[in-house]
Antibody, heavy 119, light 108 residues
Framework: QVQLQESGPGLVKPSQTLSLTCTVSGGSISRDSYYWSWIRQPAGKGLEWIGRIYATGGTNYNPSLKSRVTMSVDTSNNQFSLNVRSVTAADTAVYYC???????????WGQGTLVTVST | EIVLTQSPVTLSLFPGERATLSCRASQSVSNNYLAWYQQKPGQAPRLLIYDTSSRATGIPDRFSGSGSGTDFSLTISRLEPEDVAVYSCQQYGSSPGTFGQGTKVEIK
């Protein structure tokens, strides 16, 4: 069973860069036909897909965040990462990493990590 | 992008009752590519249903999905106490994939 675990700072200052890493266990990012995504959820609100990365390094981003988001993959450590630049309070949310099927639904999720943007 | 509107916001029922949750799309969902997730407090979402009506691995058969085009529903045939959660729909027929705001199911 594939498991995912997010890690990174829980507090980021406005205008700085939010950086998170997702470590995958129980399976190999490079040998899996699935994709690897980031999704976030502000308190009391719905889920928002941020983007996905393929084992090859190819990416797709949500147009609403595309100008500020970069994702990368490290197949040797079975990890993938998210950077969100120029953050504001509106970026405060629980961030989830997830394994995404080729048909684009999400069968596996990390437990989520709360990131607060504040001085 | 496609906006998904879920109703009701909150559903409060007795154990054993039937729960019907609605998810309405702002435009037709391509290939009826719609999924449902269950999210218990403090936990990550759990996939229940994909492709409108296919149950994910290990999901009890009291959960079922139906619908097409712009109108979809999730039914819990006999509500159990462990079903207390927020249920969200997701469309993945058009990019970017989008989620509804969720319906909270409570037990009376």
């Amino acid at each position: 069973q594939v498991q995912l675990q997010e890690s990174g700072p829980g507090l980021v200052k406005p205008s700085q860069t939010l950086s998170l890493t997702c470590t995958v266990s129980g399976g190999s990012i490079s040998r899996d036909s699935y994709y690897w995504s980031w999704i976030r959820q502000p308190a009391g609100k719905g889920l928002e897909w941020i983007g996905r990365i393929y084992a090859t390094g190819g990416t797709n981003y949500n147009p609403s965040l595309k100008s500020r988001v970069t994702m990368s993959v490290d197949t040797s450590n079975n990890q993938f990462s998210l950077n969100v630049r120029s953050v504001t309070a509106a970026d405060t949310a629980v961030y989830y990493c997830a394994r995404e099927s080729p048909l684009l639904w999400f069968p596996n999720w990390g437990q989520g990590t709360l990131v607060t943007v504040s001085t | 992008e496609i906006v998904l509107t879920q109703s009701p916001v909150t559903l409060s029922l007795f154990p054993g009752e039937r729960a019907t949750l609605s998810c309405r799309a702002s435009q037709s969902v391509s290939n009826n590519y719609l999924a449902w997730y269950q999210q218990k407090p403090g936990q990550a979402p759990r996939l229940l249903i994909y492709d409108t009506s296919s149950r994910a691995t290990g999901i009890p058969d009291r959960f079922s999905g139906s619908g097409s085009g712009t109108d979809f529903s999730l039914t819990i045939s006999r509500l159990e106490p462990e079903d207390v959660a927020v249920y969200s729909c997701q469309q993945y027929g058009s990019s970017p994939g989008t989620f509804g705001q969720g319906t909270k199911v409570e037990i009376k």
